[in-house]
């Protein structure tokens, strides 16, 4: 069985509250931790959108 990564597209991230905390998700299956601050929520959301390109970028030719 090969596993493939999701198509660029796949990382759109959204943040969910759940009480006094702000989770990150990206619809490839990817969770923040959960944060105080919604400002660093999204901070690792855009951290972790910042990579999965960097990955991608690196396996073209």
Not at 14 to 43: D, M, Q, Y
């Amino acid at each position: 069985m090969t596993h493939e990564e999701p198509p660029p597209e796949a990382h759109r991230t959204t943040t969910e509250e759940r009480g006094p905390f702000c989770t990150a998700t990206c619809l490839c299956g990817w969770r923040g931790p959960a944060r105080r601050a919604r400002s660093k929520a999204r901070s690792d959301a855009a951290e972790h959108v910042h990579a999965a390109q960097e990955t991608e970028n690196r396996r073209e030719p």
